[in-house]
């Protein structure tokens, strides 16, 4: 079993829908959890970063995090042609080195049509 | 805005031959890392870097591979011998702490040749 399971996608949608993007994870020493942007050829851009189990808003993201079943998710309100990117999921934890080294999803491709 | 910085941003090289990939981290920052993505593929973690000296590597990060903090600013990958397979586009991150956020530099892009 993979430690981050992300759908690749490619995720096709309207201008002005909301976008839901999930990771999964098996390791439940993972305490803290990320969300990056990545433009082609491009470094990862930090969107959301959230320690606990919820919700945390940022304009029109929103993280959501359940520890209990593993879960994370990206919400996106009113999607823009210019969030068309690849959205990575992140997380780390203690592994006992205290590096907190981030492992990461595939990433889901979004497309954003006009 | 504070950012993390990298150079080249593109680097040929010919197979066998040794590379310097260079970053500049944010500066009061104290967690530093190499990752790397090939094409297609999931972001790798290669190493971390803290209070001088490697926390914690991955299975890719081989005897080909270290990394330097030389002076209070620059922090380096240098690949010995390239082979093909090193072609990917590199990533060097850092954080304040080592449970807050990681900042990602814009990489650079390594073609071995």
């Known amino acids: 079993q993979k430690e981050v399971e992300q759908d690749p996608g490619p995720l096709s949608v309207p201008e002005g829908a909301i976008v839901s993007l999930n990771c999964t994870y098996s390791?439940?020493?993972?305490?803290?959890f990320m969300w990056y942007r990545q433009y082609s050829r491009k470094g990862p851009e930090l969107l959301m970063y959230?320690?606990?189990?919820g919700n945390k808003e940022d304009g029109r993201f929103t993280a959501q995090v359940d520890k209990s079943s593993k879960y994370i998710s990206l919400f996106i309100r009113d999607s823009q042609p210019s969030d068309s990117a690849t959205y990575l999921c992140a997380m780390s934890g203690s592994r006992g080195a205290g590096s907190y080294q981030l492992t990461f999803g595939k990433g889901t491709k979004l497309s954003v049509i006009p | 805005e504070p950012e993390v910085t990298q150079t080249p941003s593109h680097q040929v090289t010919q197979m066998g031959q040794e590379v310097i990939l260079r970053c500049v981290p944010i500066?009061?920052?104290?967690?530093f890392y190499w990752y790397r993505q090939i094409l297609g593929q999931k972001v790798e973690f290669l190493v971390s870097f803290y209070n001088n000296e490697i926390s914690e590597k991955s299975e890719i990060f081989d005897d080909q591979f270290s990394v330097e903090r030389p002076d209070g600013s620059n922090f380096t990958l240098k690949i010995r011998s390239t082979k093909l397979e090193d072609s990917a586009m590199y990533f060097c991150?850092?954080?304040?702490?080592?449970?807050?956020?990681?900042?990602f530099g814009q990489g650079t892009r390594l073609t071995v040749v």
């Open positions: 959230t320690y606990s189990s």
């Open positions: 500066s009061n920052h104290l967690y």
């Open positions: 390791n439940s020493a993972f305490q803290y």
């Open positions: 991150a850092s954080r304040a702490r080592e449970n807050t956020e990681a900042f």
